[in-house]
């Protein structure tokens, strides 16, 4: 048998060794064996030396491709052996998916916080700042400073809890209003305020009634501020917090401390404008009073109203969140029934 | 307001259905509250004849009736009423008729005998008692003899008529009548409706000032004036009045004060009749004696304040002015000779003395929104006609005039520029004058504006903004463009306060409190507990419950309120936050409280809920101090967090309580609820906590700071220590801390042990210190060394038992 010969029995034995082999450790002494110094190889390579000189080089390169192929053999047979492995440790480790995941900790914010945080980032986004103020307030601030003087039948519309013949529960944040008109330098650029809070009202809880609720307030004071400019901040509003094909309307109304004054309506949230109970099939549902500014309030925060004018406007967080969500008992507000809370756990999205 | 659309129609030229006109109301003038009509959901109720009745042969009340319906054989109808009688012309609901509350009539059997179907009372077909004259409130309801048999009775009982009712805001009281909402039509639909000026037929031998003398103070009564009419005789109003009344929601009386309230009603002018024989000598307008009292046409005894404006006579008040007349002059079936009084009384005394008896009638409201001075005399006018028409006897000639008052109609100078200015239209003076011309304001061309004219019905117009909201309304708010505001910008951001505040919320949120609202308003007794600071308590002066009485000086009592649904409702986890304001008072004096910032929160039951592979114990003071601990890192308030044990709180339990301090300054409490107060709010072991959020806010911030982190490796020791039960944790932690040596990094309490194999008033504690040098590896000689000095000072100093 010639040494070539030799050497390809050695490589068909050795893959037919290496392929049947079905453990790790088997493998790695087919390959110490096989390549080793004591190994068939080497011996034969050995034999290389009594071959005619010329024929020396052509076997030693098949020794090489040999030796190659079974390093190679060897390589792709242990991925095998180790993969088959790896397997059956990953099939036996197989878990139900379906299992509930471990319980964390997350708390939501009130429903009534995410509709007011909506407000605030929307009004942010349009250079609005927002102003807090105390909840105790003066009956000027309150009601004097925004056109209602005492004696004034519209201050029976509201009816108020007093602390004092001049301290007060505010009963709408727009007290700010007057506060933020008295300090604002018009010299440095417009007044673009809201004023999310809680104000209070001497009512008798019930389903559509609260003693406690919400406003969010805004006014734009500039020299050139319009009533397009309200509707148009309106319906941005509109949109921007129901969406694109929420529409609004105006009516006229009365506010002491606007003129003209409207009453909002959008487009309403059960039916879309087609009519339905909820909207006493006018497919509109008012939302909120606004207005352009009465000179008067102007005029009394030292403002000069020839000069300067704007709109404000007022809407209730609670009632938002009750159309939006379907809330028919306003008190539902003010329970904290965790079941009830936890269930507006989108946080405004 | 309800405005029945028929009566519109005299002046107006309107043909859309009653819909289309509220909405257009709505859209241009005021709120509609509905549109109604009275033969909504009625059906086969017609007019009947009653050709005969018998007693029917089981029953003492029951009557037999044959009614002619128009068909070609009369019903055979039972009828209970006591006033039903043979010859009537009466309302009948037919068989398989739908009568009012949808309620559906059939034939049956009434005590054996047939009876197919029913002869109806007013109530009984959907009218509302109120407004259902007393002739017929306790019988089925008799026609005039004019009417057609067999035809539906809609028609003549008006309720086909369309009924508008309209919600007047306070500033639009012209609208509070027919005439001044045709007014408003006319504008709406550039229409000109004609209306005439009433004449009065007076009697020259009869002079109203022989017949009564009346003097008015002017500050209660601008005008004030009276007519009479002389051997009048009382009876039921016609079927038009009584139905005209009726739509408008006021119940039919006798055929003068009728007239008195459907005047009110086309003039917005409230008048009042008095029977003149009643009353003793002259009359005069003035406010009540302290102590004076009248019985008012309710037949309710009223004491009058000083407050009170009254029309009195020689002897004692006859009426409460403006809001209510007094039975001991008022029309009964006798009288003949009536006063009638046409005033302007004033809106203010008119509205506390409607507030102070609650007595809110449609002339008080009237008053207080205002009259129109100019059609106080032709309402007066109209009506003494009127009761001369349907009830005879002779109007006096002349009017007796107390007080009168012709206000001066203001002028307003309005410029196209100014108007587009503040609207954004774009509106010619042209368009503008135009609108003032279909609304019936004249106006003049003066420079580039228009001087405007304000008619005396109009008493809400002043000022140039008034004259605005016409244009923009009569316009059309629809027209209006939509922009945005433009100009000089600015930038919306919040506050830095502003930022902590909603960061608050995050944080609390990410670790598992959820955000509650609890009222601010609530009772004494828990405005008073969890008191951080003393304070006196703020009282509302009169608030419509003692469970909403006082302002609250912590958050915390309405948290637990907040539980004790939560656990009335079955829900044993709760974990809630609140944020909001606190009220707190130096002294009784201080009227106005402070307002302070505060942050609160509770645990009880489970945070996590239990699950397969989560196996939940109840929460306790550790784990709402890690979320406290949290929160005021998070925050980034600079300097260290201690926690001091207090008993100080009644309301919390006395060894589980910690007053909470930053850097020194004290910020508020955490622990456990005193079980006795748990027990009152009715719920189970709860942990809570208290900050004041104004002084986390105002503290000082430490801004995050990056420190590269050290290259070389750390070495940890651990140590574990028998130490007296009263050594805390803070102790050995600052002394390990203090001498611990420039590597120390870090020490973390791993165990804490109490009980077996530790002796009597001993607990076991076991810290893991690690070590690092920023600069080089550390050597272990090194860290031995600090090691054991931390170990001798132990002993040394806390007499702790090295183990
Ligand atoms: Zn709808």
């Known amino acids: ?45 050995r034999g290389i030396k009594d071959l005619p000189v010329d024929e020396r080089p052509e076997v030693g390169s098949y020794a090489n491709k040999i030796r190659d192929a079974i390093t190679q053999a060897v390589a792709d047979h242990r991925e095998n052996l180790e993969n088959a492995v790896l397997n059956k440790q990953l099939a036996a480790e197989t878990i139900d998916v379906t299992l509930p995941g471990k319980p964390v900790a997350q708390g939501q914010p009130h429903v009534i916080q995410q509709i007011i945080d909506e407000f605030v980032d929307l009004f942010l986004g349009m250079g609005y700042q927002v102003l807090q103020g105390p909840e105790v307030e003066s009956d000027k601030y309150n009601f004097e400073m925004m056109n209602l003087p005492k004696n004034h039948p519209a201050r029976d519309m509201q009816d108020t809890f007093y602390l004092s013949s001049e301290y007060l529960m505010r009963s709408q944040t727009s007290p700010m209003q007057a506060r933020a008109l008295e300090k604002h330098d018009f010299s440095k650029g417009p007044l673009k305020m809201i004023s999310p809070g809680i104000v209070y009202r001497r009512d008798t809880d019930d389903p559509t009634h609260s003693h406690q609720f919400h406003q969010v307030e805004g006014l734009v004071i500039d020299r050139h501020i319009t009533m397009a400019d309200l509707k148009g901040t309106l319906i941005t509003m509109a949109q921007k917090i129901f969406g694109d094909k929420f529409d609004i309307r105006l009516r006229p109304s009365y506010f002491p401390f606007t003129e003209p004054s409207v009453e909002v309506d959008v487009t309403c949230f059960n039916c879309m404008g087609k009519g339905c109970d909820v909207c006493k099939h006018t497919g509109w549902i008012e939302v909120l009073g606004a207005g352009m500014v009465h000179p008067n309030v102007l005029e009394m925060a030292g403002v000069d109203s020839k000069v300067y004018g704007g709109f404000a406007f007022g809407v209730g967080p609670d009632r938002f969140a009750m159309l939006k969500y379907g809330v028919d008992d306003i008190r539902d507000f003010y329970l904290d029934d965790v079941r009830f809370l936890d269930q507006f756990d989108k946080r405004g999205i | 307001m309800r405005l029945a659309y028929s009566w519109l129609k005299k002046y107006l030229d309107l043909d859309m259905p009653a819909k289309d006109l509220a909405e257009k109301i709505e859209r241009t003038a005021v709120e509609v509250d509905s549109v109604t009509r009275g033969d909504n959901g009625l059906k086969k109720i017609v007019i009947g004849h009653i050709l005969s009745m018998t007693t029917h042969p089981d029953s003492d009340h029951l009557h037999i009736c044959s009614v002619d319906v128009g068909e070609d054989q009369p019903l055979q109808i039972v009828c209970g009423a006591p006033n039903v009688a043979a010859g009537q012309k009466v309302i009948v609901a037919l068989p398989n008729s739908r009568i009012g509350g949808n309620v559906k009539i059939k034939r049956s059997k009434m005590r054996g005998v047939e009876s197919e179907g029913m002869i109806c009372a007013l109530d009984e077909i959907g009218f509302s008692k109120d407004v259902v004259p007393k002739e017929w409130a306790d019988g089925i309801y008799v026609f005039d003899d004019d009417v057609p048999v067999g035809e539906p009775v809609y028609h003549y009982l008006g309720m086909d008529d369309p009924i508008i009712d309209l919600d007047v805001t306070p500033n639009r009281g012209d609208m509070l009548s027919i005439l001044g909402t045709v007014h408003e039509l006319a504008a709406i639909y550039n229409q000109h409706p004609e209306i005439k000026a009433p004449v009065v037929n007076e009697d020259p031998s009869l002079r109203a000032n022989d017949e009564i003398h009346a003097t008015a103070d002017h500050q209660l009564a601008k005008t004030y004036k009276l007519r009479v009419i002389k051997g009048v005789k009382i009876a039921p109003s016609p079927a038009w009045l009584q139905i005209t009344l009726w739509n408008a929601g006021v119940r039919p009386i006798n055929n003068v004060v009728d007239v008195t309230n459907y005047i009110l009603m086309k003039y917005g002018q409230p008048l009042h009749s008095f029977d003149q024989d009643k009353i003793d000598g002259d009359i005069t307008v003035r406010l009540a004696n302290q102590g004076e009292k009248i019985t008012t046409l309710d037949e309710e005894e009223r004491e009058l304040s000083t407050e009170d404006m009254v029309i009195a006579d020689q002897k004692q008040p006859i009426a409460i002015a403006g809001v209510m007349g007094g039975f001991n002059t008022q029309i009964d079936d006798n009288t003949k000779d009536v006063v009638l009084e046409s005033a302007i009384f004033d809106s203010f005394h008119i509205r506390k003395t409607a507030q102070r008896h609650v007595l809110h009638s449609e002339a008080s409201q009237r008053f207080e929104r205002g009259i129109n001075p100019d059609t106080v005399e032709a309402a007066v006018n109209e009506a003494a006609n009127m009761i001369q028409q349907l009830a005879g006897g002779h109007i006096a000639q002349g009017i007796v005039t107390a007080s009168e008052y012709h206000p001066e109609l203001p002028t307003i100078f309005i410029t196209a520029e100014r108007t587009n200015h503040v609207l954004g239209t774009d509106l010619s003076l042209e368009d503008i004058k135009q609108i003032f011309d279909r609304l019936g304001f004249s106006s003049e061309s003066v420079k580039d504006g228009l001087n405007v004219t304000i008619p005396a019905r109009r008493w809400d117009i002043h000022i140039e903004a008034d004259l605005f909201e016409e244009v923009a309304r009569i316009y059309g708010y629809d027209n209006l463009p939509a922009t945005l505001p433009t100009g000089r910008q600015t930038i919306g951001t919040l506050t830095p306060t502003q930022k902590i505040q909603r960061a608050s919320r995050q944080i609390l949120e990410g670790l598992g409190l959820t955000q509650a609202i609890s009222y601010s308003l609530t009772t004494e007794a828990k405005a008073s507990m969890f008191l951080m600071r003393d304070s006196k308590l703020t009282k509302l002066m009169s608030p419509m419950t003692q469970d909403h009485s006082t302002l609250r000086m912590n958050i915390l009592s309405g948290l637990l309120d907040d539980v004790a649904y939560n656990h009335a409702h079955k829900v044993d986890d709760v974990a809630l936050y609140e944020t909001g304001r606190v009220f707190y008072k130096d002294s009784d004096d201080q009227v ?19 699950s397969w592979n989560n196996h939940v114990s109840p929460v306790d003071f550790y784990q709402l101090k890690g979320i406290v601990d949290q929160f005021i890192t998070n925050l980034g308030v600079n300097g260290a967090i201690t926690y001091t044990s207090t008993d100080r709180y009644p309301e919390m339990h006395p060894g589980r309580t910690a007053d909470i301090a930053v850097h020194g300054h004290y910020v508020g409490f955490i622990g456990q609820v005193h079980p006795k107060i748990a027990k009152q709010f009715k719920i189970k072991q709860t942990y809570a906590f208290e900050l004041n959020m104004q002084t986390l806010i105002d503290l000082p911030k430490t801004d995050d700071q990056y420190q590269a982190i050290s290259k070389y490796p750390s070495v940890k020791r651990d140590i574990s220590l028998l130490v007296d039960t009263s050594v805390s944790n803070d102790q050995v932690v600052e002394l390990m801390n203090k001498r611990g040596g420039a590597f120390l990094h870090d020490i973390q309490l791993f165990d804490v042990y109490e009980g077996k194999n530790v002796p009597n008033g001993k607990k076991s504690m076991a810290y893991s210190l690690v070590y690092v040098n920023p600069r080089e590896t550390l050597k272990d000689e ?8 931390v170990k001798k000072h132990l002993t040394d100093e806390l007499n702790a038992e090295i183990r």
């Open chain 1, 1 to 45: 048998m010639s040494l070539r010969d030799q050497l390809t029995e050695i490589k068909q034995k050795g893959l037919a060794d290496i392929d049947s082999t079905t453990d790790l450790k088997k493998l790695n002494e087919i390959r110490v064996h096989l390549l080793g110094k004591k190994g068939p190889i080497t011996a034969a390579l």
């Open chain 2, 592 to 610: 106005r409280p402070e307002e302070v910032e505060h942050i609160a929160g509770v645990l009880t039951g489970n945070l996590t809920d239990p």
């Open chain 2, 782 to 789: 090194v860290v031995t060394a600090a090691f054991e000095k």
